[in-house]
Protein backbone atom coordinates (compact mmCIF):
# COMPACT_ATOMS: atom_id res chain seq x y z
CA UNK A 1 0.00 0.00 0.00
CA UNK A 2 1.29 3.36 -0.39
CA UNK A 3 0.83 6.33 2.05
CA UNK A 4 0.23 8.86 -0.71
CA UNK A 5 -3.00 6.57 -2.55
CA UNK A 6 -6.05 8.31 -1.48
CA UNK A 7 -8.06 4.80 -1.40
CA UNK A 8 -5.29 2.86 -0.39
CA UNK A 9 -5.31 5.04 2.63
CA UNK A 10 -9.57 5.43 3.11
CA UNK A 11 -9.18 1.36 2.88
CA UNK A 12 -6.94 0.85 5.70
CA UNK A 13 -8.60 3.03 7.73
CA UNK A 14 -12.20 1.80 7.25
CA UNK A 15 -13.94 5.47 8.99
CA UNK A 16 -11.76 5.35 11.75
CA UNK A 17 -10.23 8.25 12.82
CA UNK A 18 -6.73 8.09 14.29
CA UNK A 19 -5.51 10.16 17.91
CA UNK A 20 -1.57 10.19 16.78
CA UNK A 21 0.14 9.68 13.47
CA UNK A 22 4.09 8.37 13.96
CA UNK A 23 5.29 8.57 10.21
CA UNK A 24 9.19 7.96 9.43
CA UNK A 25 9.24 8.52 5.80
CA UNK A 26 12.50 8.11 3.74
CA UNK A 27 14.97 10.96 4.04
CA UNK A 28 15.62 11.55 0.30
CA UNK A 29 19.17 10.76 0.95
CA UNK A 30 21.48 8.75 -0.98
CA UNK A 31 20.45 5.47 0.09
CA UNK A 32 16.89 6.06 -0.64
CA UNK A 33 16.57 7.12 -4.30
CA UNK A 34 17.01 10.98 -3.95
CA UNK A 35 14.92 13.06 -5.65
CA UNK A 36 14.78 16.99 -6.58
CA UNK A 37 13.82 18.04 -3.34
CA UNK A 38 11.06 20.11 -4.69
CA UNK A 39 9.47 16.47 -6.25
CA UNK A 40 9.89 15.16 -2.68
CA UNK A 41 7.85 18.02 -0.37
CA UNK A 42 4.98 17.61 -3.32
CA UNK A 43 5.45 13.84 -2.43
CA UNK A 44 5.31 14.48 1.30
CA UNK A 45 2.26 17.10 1.07
CA UNK A 46 -0.04 14.27 -0.19
CA UNK A 47 0.98 11.79 2.35
CA UNK A 48 0.36 14.84 5.25
CA UNK A 49 -2.76 15.40 3.52
CA UNK A 50 -3.66 11.78 3.88
CA UNK A 51 -3.00 11.75 7.47
CA UNK A 52 -4.88 15.10 8.43
CA UNK A 53 -7.99 13.66 6.68
CA UNK A 54 -6.98 10.44 8.56
CA UNK A 55 -6.67 12.22 12.37
CA UNK A 56 -9.46 13.20 15.09
CA UNK A 57 -9.95 16.54 15.54
CA UNK A 58 -7.53 16.79 18.52
CA UNK A 59 -4.11 14.68 17.54
CA UNK A 60 -0.69 14.73 17.30
CA UNK A 61 1.60 14.06 14.90
CA UNK A 62 4.92 12.94 14.94
CA UNK A 63 7.54 13.27 12.00
CA UNK A 64 10.99 11.34 11.82
CA UNK A 65 13.59 13.18 9.33
CA UNK A 66 16.84 13.66 8.08
CA UNK A 67 18.77 16.39 7.16
CA UNK A 68 21.22 15.81 4.42
CA UNK A 69 24.53 17.91 5.44
CA UNK A 70 26.08 17.18 2.01
CA UNK A 71 23.32 19.33 0.19
CA UNK A 72 22.00 22.21 2.22
CA UNK A 73 20.59 19.70 4.75
CA UNK A 74 17.20 18.95 2.61
CA UNK A 75 15.03 18.21 3.24
CA UNK A 76 14.37 18.85 6.46
CA UNK A 77 14.06 22.87 6.09
CA UNK A 78 11.82 22.45 3.13
CA UNK A 79 9.54 20.05 4.95
CA UNK A 80 9.27 22.23 7.99
CA UNK A 81 7.90 25.27 5.57
CA UNK A 82 5.70 23.37 3.55
CA UNK A 83 4.03 22.43 7.33
CA UNK A 84 3.52 26.06 7.65
CA UNK A 85 0.64 25.71 4.91
CA UNK A 86 -0.89 23.12 6.98
CA UNK A 87 -3.03 23.58 9.75
CA UNK A 88 -0.78 21.56 11.98
CA UNK A 89 0.72 23.65 14.65
CA UNK A 90 4.66 23.26 15.27
CA UNK A 91 5.16 21.95 19.05
CA UNK A 92 8.44 20.39 19.38
CA UNK A 93 11.51 20.10 17.32
CA UNK A 94 13.42 16.92 18.99
CA UNK A 95 16.75 15.27 18.67
CA UNK A 96 17.53 11.86 19.53
CA UNK A 97 21.37 11.05 20.02
CA UNK A 98 21.88 8.17 17.27
CA UNK A 99 25.30 7.00 18.07
CA UNK A 100 26.04 3.89 15.36
CA UNK A 101 29.54 3.69 15.58
CA UNK A 102 30.77 6.10 12.69
CA UNK A 103 32.88 8.96 12.66
CA UNK A 104 35.01 11.02 10.04
CA UNK A 105 37.92 13.02 11.34
CA UNK A 106 37.16 16.04 8.58
CA UNK A 107 33.46 16.53 10.77
CA UNK A 108 31.40 16.48 13.82
CA UNK A 109 30.44 13.16 14.18
CA UNK A 110 26.64 12.68 12.79
CA UNK A 111 24.77 11.41 15.73
CA UNK A 112 21.52 13.13 15.48
CA UNK A 113 17.83 12.17 14.57
CA UNK A 114 15.40 14.42 14.14
CA UNK A 115 11.83 14.48 15.48
CA UNK A 116 9.06 17.00 14.34
CA UNK A 117 5.91 17.15 16.80
CA UNK A 118 3.08 19.34 15.90
CA UNK A 119 -0.83 19.15 17.22
CA UNK A 120 -4.53 19.63 15.78
CA UNK A 121 -6.85 20.71 18.05
CA UNK A 122 -5.93 20.21 21.81
CA UNK A 123 -4.86 16.52 22.36
CA UNK A 124 -4.16 15.58 25.27
CA UNK A 125 0.24 15.81 26.35
CA UNK A 126 1.59 13.11 29.29
CA UNK A 127 4.30 14.80 30.95
CA UNK A 128 4.79 11.40 33.06
CA UNK A 129 5.78 9.74 30.18
CA UNK A 130 8.87 12.26 29.64
CA UNK A 131 10.84 11.27 32.58
CA UNK A 132 13.87 9.31 32.13
CA UNK A 133 15.83 6.94 34.01
CA UNK A 134 18.67 9.73 34.80
CA UNK A 135 18.62 10.70 38.01
CA UNK A 136 17.94 14.37 38.59
CA UNK A 137 21.58 15.80 40.03
CA UNK A 138 21.32 19.20 40.46
CA UNK A 139 21.19 20.95 43.65
CA UNK A 140 21.04 23.57 45.57
CA UNK A 141 18.26 25.17 43.08
CA UNK A 142 15.76 26.94 44.77
CA UNK A 143 13.33 28.84 44.32
CA UNK A 144 10.11 30.23 46.04
CA UNK A 145 6.89 28.24 45.49
CA UNK A 146 3.82 29.04 48.10
CA UNK A 147 5.55 31.61 50.01
CA UNK A 148 8.05 28.95 50.90
CA UNK A 149 11.76 28.22 49.36
CA UNK A 150 12.28 25.12 47.85
CA UNK A 151 15.24 22.27 46.52
CA UNK A 152 14.83 21.70 42.58
CA UNK A 153 14.77 17.97 43.91
CA UNK A 154 11.93 18.63 46.02
CA UNK A 155 10.25 20.84 44.08
CA UNK A 156 9.76 18.37 40.93
CA UNK A 157 7.20 15.13 40.27
CA UNK A 158 10.19 12.74 40.19
CA UNK A 159 13.80 12.22 40.76
CA UNK A 160 14.64 11.78 36.90
CA UNK A 161 15.37 14.36 34.86
CA UNK A 162 13.10 14.68 31.68
CA UNK A 163 14.02 14.04 28.53
CA UNK A 164 12.94 16.96 27.16
CA UNK A 165 13.37 17.81 23.12
CA UNK A 166 17.32 15.98 23.25
CA UNK A 167 17.05 12.04 24.20
CA UNK A 168 20.08 11.12 25.08
CA UNK A 169 18.77 8.22 26.82
CA UNK A 170 17.49 6.01 23.80
CA UNK A 171 19.87 3.54 22.79
CA UNK A 172 20.34 3.27 18.92
CA UNK A 173 19.09 -0.33 17.64
CA UNK A 174 22.05 -2.63 17.14
CA UNK A 175 22.44 -6.14 16.85
CA UNK A 176 23.01 -7.33 19.98
CA UNK A 177 19.44 -6.30 21.09
CA UNK A 178 16.80 -8.59 21.45
CA UNK A 179 14.39 -6.55 19.37
CA UNK A 180 16.96 -5.80 16.29
CA UNK A 181 15.52 -7.01 13.03
CA UNK A 182 18.14 -8.38 10.35
CA UNK A 183 17.51 -6.38 7.19
CA UNK A 184 15.68 -3.32 8.22
CA UNK A 185 18.54 -0.44 8.16
CA UNK A 186 16.19 2.16 9.55
CA UNK A 187 14.73 0.78 12.64
CA UNK A 188 13.67 3.03 15.50
CA UNK A 189 14.30 2.22 18.77
CA UNK A 190 11.16 1.04 20.85
CA UNK A 191 11.99 2.66 23.70
CA UNK A 192 11.12 6.29 21.25
CA UNK A 193 8.04 4.36 20.06
CA UNK A 194 6.84 4.38 23.58
CA UNK A 195 7.91 7.60 24.50
CA UNK A 196 5.86 9.27 21.91
CA UNK A 197 2.56 6.65 22.52
CA UNK A 198 2.67 7.37 25.92
CA UNK A 199 3.15 10.92 25.88
CA UNK A 200 0.16 11.15 22.71
CA UNK A 201 -1.81 8.77 23.14
CA UNK A 202 -4.26 6.87 25.81
CA UNK A 203 -5.44 2.80 26.16
CA UNK A 204 -7.43 1.73 23.10
CA UNK A 205 -6.54 5.04 20.49
CA UNK A 206 -5.83 4.01 16.89
CA UNK A 207 -2.22 4.85 15.92
CA UNK A 208 -1.21 5.62 12.27
CA UNK A 209 2.15 5.06 10.79
CA UNK A 210 2.26 4.80 6.91
CA UNK A 211 5.58 3.88 6.83
CA UNK A 212 6.04 0.71 8.80
CA UNK A 213 9.07 -0.69 8.19
CA UNK A 214 10.60 -3.21 10.71
CA UNK A 215 6.64 -2.85 12.37
CA UNK A 216 8.33 -0.60 15.80
CA UNK A 217 5.42 1.34 15.47
CA UNK A 218 3.23 -1.65 15.65
CA UNK A 219 5.06 -3.47 18.11
CA UNK A 220 5.02 -0.57 20.55
CA UNK A 221 1.17 -0.10 19.82
CA UNK A 222 0.42 -4.11 21.15
CA UNK A 223 2.61 -3.52 23.99
CA UNK A 224 0.96 -0.45 25.09
CA UNK A 225 -2.61 -1.68 23.93
CA UNK A 226 -2.94 0.68 21.36
CA UNK A 227 -4.80 -0.21 17.97
CA UNK A 228 -1.90 0.69 15.11
CA UNK A 229 -3.36 0.94 11.67
CA UNK A 230 -0.12 0.65 9.49
CA UNK A 231 1.21 -0.19 5.70
CA UNK A 232 4.78 -0.29 3.67
CA UNK A 233 4.93 0.25 0.07
CA UNK A 234 7.67 -2.30 -0.05
CA UNK A 235 5.57 -5.80 0.40
CA UNK A 236 8.83 -7.30 2.05
CA UNK A 237 9.24 -5.14 5.07
CA UNK A 238 5.33 -5.61 5.04
CA UNK A 239 5.76 -9.49 5.33
CA UNK A 240 8.30 -8.16 7.88
CA UNK A 241 6.05 -6.23 10.09
CA UNK A 242 3.56 -8.92 9.83
CA UNK A 243 6.60 -11.78 11.27
CA UNK A 244 7.28 -9.44 13.61
CA UNK A 245 4.29 -9.28 15.55
CA UNK A 246 3.15 -12.83 14.82
CA UNK A 247 7.03 -13.92 16.67
CA UNK A 248 6.30 -11.57 19.76
CA UNK A 249 2.63 -13.05 20.10
CA UNK A 250 4.53 -16.77 19.88
CA UNK A 251 7.36 -16.01 21.74
CA UNK A 252 7.76 -12.74 23.44
CA UNK A 253 10.96 -11.76 20.97
CA UNK A 254 10.88 -8.25 19.94
CA UNK A 255 13.14 -8.85 17.10
CA UNK A 256 15.57 -11.15 15.42
CA UNK A 257 18.52 -10.23 17.26
CA UNK A 258 20.50 -14.04 15.96
CA UNK A 259 18.40 -14.60 12.50
CA UNK A 260 16.44 -12.51 10.09
CA UNK A 261 12.60 -12.81 9.60
CA UNK A 262 12.92 -14.98 6.21
CA UNK A 263 15.43 -17.44 7.90
CA UNK A 264 13.05 -20.02 7.15
CA UNK A 265 12.56 -19.51 3.57
CA UNK A 266 16.50 -18.60 3.04
CA UNK A 267 17.56 -21.90 4.28
CA UNK A 268 15.58 -23.30 2.10
CA UNK A 269 15.90 -21.37 -0.84
CA UNK A 270 19.82 -19.88 -1.26
CA UNK A 271 18.33 -17.61 -4.13
CA UNK A 272 17.08 -15.31 -1.35
CA UNK A 273 19.38 -14.61 0.21
CA UNK A 274 20.56 -12.12 -2.26
CA UNK A 275 17.52 -9.74 -0.98
CA UNK A 276 19.03 -10.23 2.59
CA UNK A 277 22.86 -9.12 1.25
CA UNK A 278 21.09 -6.19 -0.71
CA UNK A 279 19.48 -4.83 2.39
CA UNK A 280 22.89 -5.53 4.29
CA UNK A 281 24.87 -3.18 1.23
CA UNK A 282 21.86 -0.38 1.42
CA UNK A 283 22.64 -0.47 5.36
CA UNK A 284 26.43 -0.08 4.83
CA UNK A 285 25.85 2.71 2.12
CA UNK A 286 23.74 4.43 4.72
CA UNK A 287 26.47 4.44 7.43
CA UNK A 288 29.37 5.87 4.55
CA UNK A 289 26.78 8.83 3.55
CA UNK A 290 26.17 9.55 7.16
CA UNK A 291 29.91 10.29 7.77
CA UNK A 292 30.59 11.90 4.79
C1 LIG B 1 12.64 5.11 7.16
S1 LIG B 1 11.75 3.62 6.89
C2 LIG B 1 10.69 3.52 8.31
C3 LIG B 1 11.35 2.91 9.54
C4 LIG B 1 10.39 2.52 10.66
N1 LIG B 1 9.97 3.66 11.44
C5 LIG B 1 11.02 1.52 11.62
O1 LIG B 1 11.22 1.82 12.80
O2 LIG B 1 11.33 0.41 11.18
C6 LIG B 1 10.70 4.08 5.55
C7 LIG B 1 9.81 2.98 5.00
O3 LIG B 1 8.82 3.62 4.17
C8 LIG B 1 8.47 2.78 3.10
N2 LIG B 1 7.83 3.62 2.05
C9 LIG B 1 8.43 4.41 1.13
N3 LIG B 1 7.51 5.06 0.37
C10 LIG B 1 6.29 4.69 0.83
C11 LIG B 1 4.95 5.01 0.48
N4 LIG B 1 4.68 5.87 -0.53
N5 LIG B 1 3.93 4.44 1.18
C12 LIG B 1 4.19 3.56 2.18
N6 LIG B 1 5.44 3.21 2.56
C13 LIG B 1 6.49 3.76 1.91
C14 LIG B 1 9.79 2.12 2.72
O4 LIG B 1 9.58 0.89 2.05
C15 LIG B 1 10.48 1.96 4.11
O5 LIG B 1 10.26 0.66 4.60
Given at each position: ???????????????????????DPPYNLVAFEARDVADYVAWCEKWIRNTRDSLSEDASLYVWLGADQADGFQPLPDFMVMMRSTDFKSRSFITMRNQRGYGTPKNWMAVRQELLYYTRGNPPFNVEAEYTDIPKILRGYYKEVGGKLRENVERGKSENIRAGNV????????????????GCYAQKPLKS?????????????????????????????????????????????????????????????????????????????PALSSWAHEQEEEAAQTNLFASA
Open positions: MDATNRSHVTNLMNESRATLAIHWVDVQQVFYRMNENVNSERILNASSARGDVVIDWFSHSGATLLACERLGRRCLTMDIDPVFAEVTIRRLERFRATGDLGWQNGNPFQSEIAAD
